[in-house]
């Protein structure tokens, strides 16, 4: 009788043991602290197709933070994660510089660090496991194929002469975007001539006076490559309203709604498609594939394909 | 007279029980919202929070001061974040660079000014034209934050510093050391305001200004030393959280007035002053952060923080007029 309950006992308690151990393992807690959801469509649609994204899964549970923009807050709540032992953090840092601290602290607690989007700066590089997100150099490469495949179209890739509008001066986005096209153009199209960069700051109406200045500056323009669509509907509108229009061939790099309407009018003829759903959920995978001990490459980046007029219909309206 | 302590306790009571009452729901929900096996009242949580609580809470500690003097000071944010891009810049230029680990006391002592010369002038101006403070420091919110996008366009301003960032992630008997900063400051402004004539002038200023310049209090003077305080109080704040951190957005800071406002506020401060209390304050900010660790911890998002905090604080009012009402009956009778 006694035997029995002892043995009852063993045999209960190893039972819960192995409960707790199965439960540990089948699941993995992965935290998330975002830039600044709300304040444009696409972080907001990121945020929707992260939890999707992670409802679809069994194996993760996701505890989804938002900073507001406020590093204070950023870092507080990376505080919070390391706190609660999870898993992996996954992190859209509100300043690639300030974060770092923040992110050796996660690696110091064994924490795997995922950042997501927009990289850190180079010297936070140790503390992370992996970059998930889209690769501006090859956005800025693909983006000179599509200007060159266009004017190859027309048949005057033997003497086009094309402007550039780039980001924002200082941001890496903006100078992998324009060191992609520029090396990549002459590899395609080696008798294009990129006759001036000017940077329109990612400003549509800042882009729209470069462009101004451009078209008294040169009477041939046969293309203009713009770092994003914002800133090459801001060219395409100096240009409609200088009646050259229709001899330029406009290409962005990250689609926006803006652009996609300008294509479908014909006005404006490709770009990069850069989607929040496709970043989100890479960014979710690439956590998964470093706690699963997968060799996972330090950036690991998710496909940006490209976008014309004549494959618009395969892409969704951008919601931002 | 006894009446009036015991109601005095009770509003001073009041935020201490709120915090209780919050942690009893965020242990309570976390059991079963938190996806966490990691509880809420854990001993390095609560340490966290005091440390989470120090960028904000060093700012309203000042801004207590400045309510109770019945005026408001909605410039700190951007003194915060122009402060630290002092903080950060001057650690760059090249003279600093020569001397070593010795430019980290310089670049705070440097960081720690502009605040005080910040706040100078918003005090002067207020002293001199006689314009309320709240207009005055709008008008200060705007250009010092000008300031900062003119020191560095859009970009954000860096500078890595490893030893600085041990020193604020240190540890010293358990408390990081943004909570010694946080604490140190509360109590020496707690003895400022209850031990000292210039603590007793800023109640007396704050209840009815005419009688306190015909007692002879000069109250431009006054104004003028509080708001060095708090710019002074708000460059503290960002030498502290700066440290740790070695970059700022030129956004940086936004919204922290109200924030510091708001925990003031839940701390029991009256807005048209001549009341209040530096403890209460610090209660205030606990009260804010655990909201904002509490809802993250079971999983509410952003935006719920925030309606939930707006919600609790009109509640608070509401409640203090309901209170301060019953007090009065009660000496008619």
Not at chain 1, 245 to 258: E, H, L, Q, R
């Amino acid at each position: 009788m006694k035997i029995s309950t002892k043995f009852a006992l063993v045999c209960s308690t190893a039972m819960l043991g192995t409960a707790a151990f199965g439960e540990a393992h089948s699941s993995y807690t992965i935290g998330i602290t975002q830039n600044n959801v709300g304040v444009d469509s696409y972080q907001t649609t990121y945020e929707q197709a992260f939890i999707a994204a992670a409802e679809e899964n069994d194996a993760v549970e996701v505890v989804v933070l938002d900073a507001g923009g406020d590093v204070a807050r950023q870092i507080a709540q990376m505080e919070d994660l390391i706190q609660q032992e999870v898993d992996a953090i996954i992190i859209w840092p509100t300043n690639g510089e300030a974060v770092i601290p923040a992110v050796r602290k996660a690696s110091q607690a064994d924490i795997p660090v995922i950042v997501t989007n927009s990289n850190i700066a180079e010297q936070g590089f140790d503390f992370v496991a992996s970059f998930s997100g889209p690769d501006n150099i090859t956005q800025g490469a693909r983006s000179a194929e599509i200007m060159c495949d266009r004017f190859k179209a027309q048949g005057i890739e033997g003497e086009a002469q094309i402007v550039q509008i780039s980001g924002q001066p200082g941001y890496t986005t903006a100078i992998e975007r324009a060191k992609g096209f520029e090396d990549r153009l002459p590899e395609v199209c080696p008798d294009v001539t990129l006759v001036e960069t000017q940077p329109g700051d990612w400003n549509r109406e800042k882009s729209q006076q470069v462009m101004e200045a451009f078209l008294v500056k040169y009477d041939d323009i046969d293309g203009v490559y713009a770092g994003d669509d914002n800133m090459g509907v801001g060219a395409l509108n100096a240009a409609k309203a200088a009646g050259r229009a229709g001899d330029i061939t406009f290409v962005g790099a990250t689609n926006f709604a803006v652009g996609y309407e300008a294509m479908a009018a014909g006005e404006y003829w490709g770009s990069i498609y850069q989607s929040p759903v496709d970043d989100a959920e890479a960014a979710l995978q690439t956590a998964i594939d470093v706690l699963d001990g997968k060799d996972v490459p330090f950036l690991n980046y998710f496909d940006t394909p490209k976008i014309t007029q004549d494959n618009m219909d395969e892409f969704t309206k951008p919601v931002f | 007279m006894k009446n009036e302590t015991r109601a005095n306790l009770i509003k001073q009571g009041a935020i201490w029980a709120f915090i209780l009452v919050e942690l009893a729901f965020f242990s309570i929900a976390g059991e079963f919202l938190s996806v966490t096996e990691t509880a809420f009242m854990d001993f390095d949580n609560m340490l966290l929070l005091l440390k989470q609580s120090a960028p904000i809470g060093i700012i309203a500690l000042g801004m207590t001061i400045i309510m109770i003097n019945g005026n408001i000071d909605l410039s700190v944010g951007a003194t915060f974040a122009l402060a630290a891009i002092v903080l950060l810049d001057s650690m760059t230029w090249p003279f600093m660079q020569t001397l070593g680990n010795w430019a980290i006391p310089l670049a705070w002592l440097f960081a720690l000014a502009t605040g005080v010369v910040l706040g100078a002038i918003s005090g002067l101006i207020v002293w001199k034209t006689g314009v309320d403070a709240f207009i005055v420091t709008l008008g200060s919110m705007l250009g010092y934050r000008g300031l900062v996008f003119m020191y560095n366009g859009e970009q954000p301003t860096s500078h890595l510093n490893w030893t600085l960032v041990d020193f604020a992630e240190a540890q010293f008997l358990g408390l990081h050391t943004a909570t010694w900063f946080l604490l140190g400051a509360a109590i020496l402004l707690w003895l400022l305001m209850t031990r000292t004539v210039h603590g007793r002038n800023a109640y007396a200023i704050g209840n009815n200004r005419d009688a306190a310049v015909n007692a002879g209090i000069r109250v431009g003077p006054h104004f003028l030393w509080n708001f060095m305080l708090i710019g002074f109080l708000a460059a503290l704040s960002a030498v502290v959280f700066y440290s740790e951190s070695g970059s700022v957005n030129p956004n940086d800071g936004m919204l922290y007035e109200l924030w510091a406002i708001t925990a003031v506020v839940l701390g029991g401060t009256k807005l048209s002053g001549g009341y209040g209390s530096i403890i209460s304050t610090l209660g205030g900010v606990i009260a804010i952060q655990l909201l904002r660790k509490g809802l993250g911890h079971i999983g509410a998002d952003t935006e719920t923080v925030n309606l939930v905090i707006g919600l609790i604080l009109i509640a608070v009012l509401f409640l203090d007029r309901q209170l301060n009402r019953k007090g009065k009956e009660e000496l008619r009778t």
